[in-house]
Each structure stands twice: as structure tokens, then as C-alpha cells.
């Protein structure tokens, strides 16, 4: 089995050394890591790595999200991946190699909670998902969701909706946070929220805070189960990475 690890960019994947020592357990033979960023030309000293050659051009929470996500997916899985991890530059892994290959073997989403919503978020999900049903002509009885752009997802389901046109995906608003889940559940797959990222501390909230990483927050990601942490700017100290570092080795 092989994972994909698809990085969206603007210039480089950050905490270079994290991920270096992240994937020195693992067999060269069970990833590889797929990076679209702004430009071609992107510094790595990491193994096992394919910049896009023509990366599209893109735009804050716009489509142009989801179509270089889909390049990305569609990367991946040519060069033989049985799963593909979405994640941003920022990024870092709560667990070891073992443990993200074994989890990431199967799609997972971070999905925003029906309850306890703002108003806004309730009228916004409202809007989004009335243009959806619109568009696909669904029943008023399916139940639609907002999930975190980042995911992972298998390659069984990838095929499901690698035909999906893009281009007239109806959602004006976040669309990359309304496209991959909902396109499974159109697809009549079954779609559970799974605490893939962790991004905000208010859990209806899907846009990120940035992190100064310490202890405390290592237990707490970890004891509800995320396998990702966005915006990482840094570590509280030396300490709060060594202890970290232990972690993921």
C-alpha cells in the first residue's frame, strides 16, 4: 500500500525538518509526496517528491481550490497511491508514520457540527446546500455537510466522483468546502465526521487559528483523535518539540 501525501502550497511545505524525521520510519516504497505550489520551482530536501510542473493558478476560498486539489488527487493515484492525504503547508502530523498510513488508508473528513452553529454559518449552509440540490436535482431529505477542505480519501472513492465537472460546481461560497463530501453523498456513499485536522478550538469553525505547539495542546489534539494540526507556527520551546519529535518518530 502506498500513501500519497498532497501538499497545496504557496511556496514551500514548512517544518521541513518535522517531516523528515516523520518520514524516517517509513519504506521509501510506502509514500510519496506531491506538491503543487504557486510556482514550479519549490526547495525541498525531503525524498520522494513531485512538484507540479504547471501549477494551476489559485484563489482564496474560490474553485480554483478544489481544481488544484483534484490535480493533486489525480497525481497521486497515476503513480500507484491507494490513498491520498490532503494537507497545507503548514501542516503537521499528530502521530507517527505507522499510525497515519494505517488510519489514512481510508477517506476521512473533518466535518463542521450541525449544532450549535451561529446564525450565519446556519444561513450560509442553507444557501450552499439549497444550490446543490438545486443543481443535482436531490431530494429535500438528504442530509448535506460543510466539511474542512482538507481530507484524506481512498482510492475507491476517488473514482467514484473523478468525473465530477468542476467547472459547473454551483456553491459560491467556500465551494472547496462544499465539494468532496457532498459529492460522495451524492454518490450515495456514507459520510462521518472523523477529526481528520484539527484547525480551530471552536469546533464550528473550519477556517484556522494559528498554533504556538506546547504539551498541552499536543494532549488535547490527540486525545480526541486528530491526525493532522494546521498553521503551525511554531513551538512553545525546546522542550514542547522534544517531546514532540518522540512522538512522531
Not at 53 to 68: Q, Y
Not at 95 to 114: D, G, H, M
Not at 191 to 208: A, E, G, L, R, W
Amino acid at each position: 500500500m502506498k500513501i500519497g501525501f498532497c501538499f497545496l502550497v504557496k511556496n514551500n511545505i514548512s517544518h521541513q525538518n518535522i517531516w523528515q524525521k516523520f518520514f524516517a520510519s517509513a519504506n521509501k516504497s510506502n509514500y510519496s509526496i506531491y506538491i503543487h505550489a504557486k510556482s514550479n520551482i519549490v526547495s525541498t530536501y525531503l525524498d520522494n517528491v513531485f512538484v507540479d510542473p504547471r501549477p494551476l493558478k489559485t484563489g482564496w476560498a474560490s474553485i480554483s481550490l478544489v481544481h488544484a486539489t483534484n490535480r493533486l488527487l489525480e497525481t497521486a493515484f497515476s503513480d500507484g497511491c491507494t490513498a491520498a492525504v490532503f494537507l497545507s503547508g503548514d501542516t503537521l502530523p499528530l502521530w507517527n508514520f505507522k499510525t497515519i498510513y494505517r488510519l489514512c488508508a481510508e477517506t476521512l473528513f473533518s466535518l463542521q457540527p450541525v449544532d450549535e452553529l451561529y446564525q450565519y454559518q446556519v444561513k450560509k449552509n442553507q444557501r450552499e446546500h439549497k444550490r446543490i440540490k438545486d443543481f443535482y436535482h436531490l431530494d429535500e431529505s438528504i442530509n448535506l455537510v460543510k466539511q474542512n477542505m482538507f481530507f484524506s480519501i481512498k482510492r475507491a472513492d476517488f473514482e467514484a466522483i473523478r468525473n465530477v465537472n468542476i467547472h459547473d460546481f454551483p456553491c459560491k461560497e467556500v465551494p472547496d468546502e462544499y465539494f468532496w463530501a457532498n459529492q460522495l453523498i451524492i454518490k450515495g456513499h456514507e459520510v462521518n465526521d472523523c477529526n481528520f485536522i484539527f484547525v480551530n478550538d471552536d469546533p464550528t469553525k473550519t477556517q484556522s487559528l494559528s498554533w504556538i505547539v506546547d504539551s498541552n495542546l499536543l494532549h488535547h489534539t490527540r486525545s480526541m483523535g486528530y491526525l493532522f494540526i494546521r498553521k503551525v507556527k511554531r513551538f512553545s520551546d525546546v522542550q514542547s518539540e522534544q517531546y514532540y519529535s518522540n512522538l512522531i518518530k
